[in-house]
DNA sequence: TTTAATTACTACTCTAAGGTAGAATTAACT
DNA sequence: AGTTAATTCTACCTTAGAGTAGTAATTAAA
């Protein structure tokens, strides 16, 4: 009942990219020491971020990542997509689903509002609203 | 984002039990063949919730299990915690959890909220009453 | 007393997520 | 031109959850 490592490194990584927007490149080391992800890891991560084009990388010496896409229009929501963790709208929570209005637990009205709610929660939170002033990220 | 298989069929198993608890006892096979779950794992499911003095077998010929403990006795947070499935009250969204009151990310206020709504709802539903009517457990 | 039906035990296999290792590639710096 | 610091690629290892296989133990029925 929780997010996935690399859904949580994610978040993260691309947090604290925001929260060091002044540095024009921001190397895997940096990142990989300061987030306490494994390096081997984090790269790997990294390089997915490339591929759908959250973010751009320069190789070479001197290189490292920023932003391709806005900080504000990446939200929480994208990225549980991108690591197939999202909470699916069909998701029951006992994994039955055939259940229709008629015919369904007790569980089930609580658990749709729980659902709702945090996938709402999801889609509305974009990188640059988690990343910011208080964050301990 | 979501249960174990394992706590998912234990629920259904309950639920299943309860609602037929005419019968003094029910057998792996039935659960297995009417609940759509791998036999070999089901009795090894079976095993824990009996070492747990939530059931009770009756080996041999014409055996089978039955309830122990009253199924309105027994919660979803229960069988979460059995099986290590819990929200942990520290549990936080990202993974971090060193955060505290003044410093936040943006998705703490509405995950908190969640949270607890969630394991609110584990916690006040019993087996007895996810079964019943309507269910199509 | 044998047989059949049942749970319990032990020890595997399979899979996906998480993580690691090493070498190839790139490009700035000296 | 060579060195160095960086990303990228390919391949592997590890772990936990899920599931399977075979057999032993138990007990009622035949
Ligand atoms: S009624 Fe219960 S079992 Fe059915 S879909 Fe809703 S939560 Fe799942
Ligand atoms: S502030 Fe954000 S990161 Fe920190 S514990 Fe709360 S949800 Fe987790």
């Known amino acids: ?10 978040i ?7 929260n060091h927007k002044d540095k024009p490149l921001i190397s895997a080391k940096e990142l990989s ?3 306490n992800i494994p390096y081997k890891f984090l790269t790997k991560i990294m390089t997915e971020l490339v591929s759908v084009g959250f973010i751009e990388s ?5 290189g490292g990542y920023k932003f391709l896409k806005k900080a504000s229009e990446i939200t929480v929501s994208d990225i549980l997509t991108l690591f197939n963790d999202s909470i699916k709208d069909e998701a029951c929570i006992l ?11 007790a569980l089930h009205d609580k658990w749709i509002k729980s659902k709702v709610q945090l996938q709402k929660m999801f889609r509305e939170s974009t990188i640059e609203s988690i990343a910011g002033e208080g964050s301990k990220i």
């Open 12 to 18: 993260r990584i691309l947090a604290y990219m925001v």
């Open 58 to 62: 320069i190789r070479g010496r001197e």
């Open 33 to 35: 020491e300061n987030l």
């Open 95 to 105: 994994g039955i689903d055939f259940c229709d209005a008629k015919h369904k637990c």
């Open 1 to 10: 009942m929780q997010l996935s490592n690399t859904s949580k490194y994610t």
